[in-house]
């Protein structure tokens, strides 16, 4: 059985390729027909050129290099008495010159073209394979796509310049006047994507048995969810409110209290030694009875009742996972707070 991205196919394929398509793009194109990951041709042709590229697609691109280093030809349709700006025929023309009466002796055609027979190297300026992304605060980033042998400063220097006008041009012209800062946030119509990071111990719970769990949140959420073995979890979905809500659900599963900290809780049960107190949807802790009040408390009604709101302190968890609250040490540090003007977590 062929691995995802690859078929049984071992050919090799002559693509016409057009102007203005580089071998890169050809290489995708081809990719995406015939459904195969391994795919690569068997030398560059430049972008203003067309015509015939070898492609090798599966096993067949063991072949790239025997081919690669062969002879190529070329057709070249070459323009006296203009010169432009990027040294090939897509730049504009900034000098212009009378073309000699010899140009057209078929003796300087043949001496012309027995120049160009032979080993060349590509020389700068090529500014097309030059690419640089960025703000008018600085670059973000680079592509580069030279054929000539190393990089000098004077090269870099002369097209970080030339594209740094070409981008500030693109921003005052066409991109600020349009948007001229980020959107605090996405279209609401856009599809929301987020990511959290939990315990790796905990993705069994946030999977459940089968799949019972992880499958009931996506069904009430609506949310796409997948889980990495480190304990990333990527939350998609066409909108942020089934995004949040699905977070929520996976960070009530994964919750756990922290001793020493404050947490404010609902009081949902009341047992004649203490109260328990719901910090998370099915995560609670008990307050025994000697520790709602500074005072003596006969009866746990005296100072809570169910359905109150109240801020507890963790105190301790025992080895069997039992959560042990204190109300009257909440108060006392809340107080503190308080009068050290800090705020209440």
């Known amino acids: 059985m062929a691995k995802r991205g690859t078929t049984d196919l071992s050919l090799m394929v002559a693509v016409d ?6 071998s890169h793009d050809v290489v995708n194109r081809v990719r995406r027909i ?5 795919v690569g041709h068997t030398g560059t042709l430049d972008p203003l050129a067309s015509g015939v590229l070898p492609v090798c697609i599966g096993p067949a691109t063991r072949l790239d290099n025997y081919l690669v280093g062969h002879a190529k030809s070329y057709v070249v ?3 006296f008495g203009a010169a432009t700006d990027t040294d090939d025929a897509e730049g504009e023309v900034i000098r212009t010159g009378d073309v000699p009466e010899e140009v057209f002796d078929p003796f300087f055609a043949t001496t012309f073209v027995a120049g160009l027979v032979g080993k060349s190297k590509q020389l700068p ?3 097309s394979a030059i690419k640089v992304a960025g703000t008018k605060a600085g670059i973000t980033a680079i592509q580069m796509d030279l054929k000539n042998d190393g990089l000098t400063h004077e090269i870099i220097k002369e097209a970080l310049d030339i594209t740094r006008d070409a981008r500030f041009a693109i921003l005052d012209e066409v991109m600020l006047p349009c948007i001229a800062a980020p959107r605090p946030e996405v279209c609401k119509w856009a599809p929301k994507m987020l990511s959290m990071k939990i315990d790796p111990d905990k993705i069994r719970e946030v999977i459940g048995k089968g799949g019972s769990v992880i499958q009931k949140i996506t069904a009430e959420s609506g949310a796409q969810i997948d889980i990495e073995d480190d304990g990333t979890i990527h939350i998609a979905s066409p909108d942020a409110a089934s995004c949040d809500a699905a977070k929520k659900m996976i960070e009530t599963i994964v919750f756990v209290p922290q001793v020493g900290e404050l947490y404010y809780g609902k009081v949902v049960r009341i047992l004649q030694f203490g109260a328990f107190v719901e910090l998370a949807p099915g995560k609670d802790g008990m307050v025994h009875i000697s520790k709602l009040a500074e005072r003596r408390v006969e009866k746990v009604e005296d100072v809570v009742n169910i359905g109150d709101m109240i801020w507890v302190k ?10 042990n609250l204190s109300y009257k040490d909440a108060l006392r540090e809340i107080k503190a707070k308080k009068e050290a003007g800090l705020p209440i977590k």
Not at 34 to 38: S, T, W
């Open 77 to 79: 349709s070459v323009i």
């Open 17 to 22: 390729k057009p102007s203005g398509m580089t």
């Open 125 to 127: 300026p090529v500014y």
């Open 314 to 323: 963790v105190t301790e968890i025992d080895e069997k996972g039992r959560v």
């Open 34 to 38: 015939f459904g195969e990951r391994r």
